[in-house]
């Protein structure tokens, strides 16, 4: 800011040319002497010549220099009325700039700072990490495919793109204020270093984009005995450790049973990130450690437990069984149906659902890869949402608010992704999942909105004039049209028979549409869906204005006039699953499935173009080639 309003004023010197300088400043008369003593050689050369200058010049050029020098002063004073004017109304733009603090630096953050306009916003950043992490190449850094430098990016990097009018700090939120529109931060950093560690911020909007942690279910000692696989520094430390295993299974004076023991590696879970890690962890030891440790060759065994009938559940079934059976070629153990009751040291304590039985596995290494819940911030603020409804003295606005968040794993949003409640706290990402409005809530006054002529009944015409509000409001009745495989939403009128009617009364319109909102589901906790939420929210932030006057939304049946913004609508580009040995399963849009060599090719390709920056694009292509050439780096480090 200072360098943009100290231009002018540099510039206005030389409105007083430099041969007028010199003419005038001949004939100046300065009475210096009493600052000779202090003024430098050079200096007083300049006063001495600019004196003889002035005292030769004649005095309409004396007055032209006054002139010229006070006009230039009167320039300059202007100017610097001006600048601070400017800077007056610059800094009253910035305080009538409203205040977005967003919380987090994952993928749905990073995608709603890339995109945010922030013209009309002050915005501030909060996240105990200060950088953006690829997580779907985390498997990969946990065996030194990719090394964890190149899937980061310093937030900083995506802040500075905005001329550093984004600020961030490393810190993490311990409390949310909605009432007083704050939250309450603390530094993470813990070296000895002076100064306050808490701070707090207000905000106008607030984005909550804290992603998830891990869920242990509280099952004893997994916080004490296992991986995690979650952040960079858990795949670092999965790296480490599993070097550590080799190294240790080959020392002198072990049993053979205890060197079997310590390459015994254990994954809790058979979902997407248990089995690519199993994969990885596969080719990691069989392509690069067995030829480094050829003496242990035949002792290395890998178990994925599953509690589930298959792993990879919740892909296409295809999918699954290929999976499966890959995993038994390759030699890694699956165990499904199968629930781990407590974990120690030694041993991963399981019971064998169908049979009942209990079986210790003993472990060298152990990763848990169950899901994710809640962050202690969230689950904070979701209770003092239930708090806070039962304050209230209307019971229906009690019971509204608590039924909104009050029994719910993660932060209930609406279809806007607002938090259920208020209308100024977003959540975005795997901390939040969206409530879809169901259309029997609003059925009576869907029925009102289109029965134009208030016959008490439904003609074709008036529901056809209605439909796109509802496809758009109810997004629940397309996908009942496409699983019914009716081709258009008309069809919905006709009668149990399948004829076509001409009106519809409420109980048929009700019957009609009474099975569209079991096609409801919550969205996966996935970096897609987060990254789309995130892209969806900065678009809604930069047309706030405008759709203030030009709402681009639906209809409102409850209520009057459209709503400002269409609501977030997912769009699923499919799902990988790298299954090791240059080998990849993947389930895209239109119930197509794809498996092999070509597959991988195919992820190959999709992550590198996926990179957030050109930066970590080359580093991850550029690991990935290296590791063709010279293999995998074996150091424990
Ligand atoms: C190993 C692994 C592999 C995966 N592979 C895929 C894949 O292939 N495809 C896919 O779609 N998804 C994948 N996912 C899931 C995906 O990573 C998540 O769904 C995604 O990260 C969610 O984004 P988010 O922004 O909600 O949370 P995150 O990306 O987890 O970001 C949360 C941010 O909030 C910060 N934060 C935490 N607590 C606080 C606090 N109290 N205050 C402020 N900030 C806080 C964190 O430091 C972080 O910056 C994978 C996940 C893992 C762990």
Redesign the pocket.
Known sequence: MREKYGVPFIHNYPSISHRCIQKAGAKLKFPFNCHNRTLPFHQMKLFSYLNKAFNGFPSSSKLLLVFSLSGGGLVAYSESQSTSATNNTELERLANKKKVVV????????SFLKDLDISSYDVRV????NY??F??L??SVTCGTVEARSIVEPIRNIVKKKNGEIQFWE????KIDAAKKKVF?RSSIEANLVGKKEFSLDYDYLVI????EVNTFNTPGVVEYCHF??EVED?QKIRASVIDCFEKAILPELTEEERRINLHFVIVGGG??GV??AAELHDFVYEDLVKLYPMVRDLVSITVIQSGDHILNTYDSRISSFAETKFARDGIDVCTGCRVLSVTDKNVNMKIKSTGEYVPVPHGMVVW?TGVTT???VKDFMEQIGQESMLLTCMAISALLSGMQGKRRVLATDEWLRVKGYEDVYA????ATIDQRKVMEDIAAIFKAADKNNSGTLNVEEFQDMIDDILIRYPQVDLHLQSEHLSSVTDLLKDPEGNARKEIDIEGFKLALSHVDSQLKSL????????QQ?AYLSRCFNRRELCKTQPEGPRRFQGQGRHEFMPFRYKHFG??APLGGEQAAAELPGDWVSVGRSTQWLWYSVYASKQVSWRTRVLVVFDWTRRFIFGRDSSGI
Do not use: H, N, Y
């Open positions: 919380l987090g630096t994952g993928w749905a953050s990073a909060v996240s105990p990490r953006f992490a997580t779907p985390l498997p810190a993490e939120c311990t931060c984009a804290t992603g998830a696989l979650k795949a997407p990130t690519e890690f890869s962050r202690p911030v975005i990402g795997d901390c996966p906790a996935t970096a897609q869906v987060a990254a995130g799902q990988f």
